[in-house]
C-alpha cells in the first residue's frame, strides 16, 4: 500500500510540475505574440510613412534618400526586435525548464 501512495503522489506531482511549465509556456507565447503584433503595427505604418515620403519627394535624389533612410532604419529594427523575441523565447525556455529542475536533483542523486 505504502507503494501506490508514493506512485500516486509522484503522479501527482508530475502532473502539478507539467501545469506549472505549461502554465508559463502558455505565458511566454503570449508576450511574444503581442510584442510581435506591436512590431508588425510599427512596421506597417513606418513602411506607410516612408511610401508617403518617397511619393512627396521632388527629384531621385531624394527618392533615393527616402529609400535608403527607409532600409537603414527597417533593417535595425529588424534586427533589434528578433534579438528581442530571441531573448524572450530564452526566458520562456527557462521558466517553462524550472518546475522539472527539482525533480531532476532528487534523481541525481
Known sequence: ???FDEIQKMSKDSMDMAMESFGSMSKGFQAIAAEVADYQKKSFEEGTAAVEKLVASKSIDTAFEAQAD?????YE????????????VTDL???AY?????M?????K
Open 77 to 88: 529594427g529588424f534586427v533589434g526586435e528578433m534579438t528581442k523575441i530571441g531573448e524572450m
Open 70 to 74: 527607409y532600409v537603414k532604419t527597417s
Open 1 to 3: 500500500m505504502n507503494n
Open 104 to 108: 531532476i536533483g532528487k534523481f541525481g
Open 98 to 102: 524550472k518546475p522539472y529542475e527539482g
Open 93 to 95: 525556455s527557462k521558466d
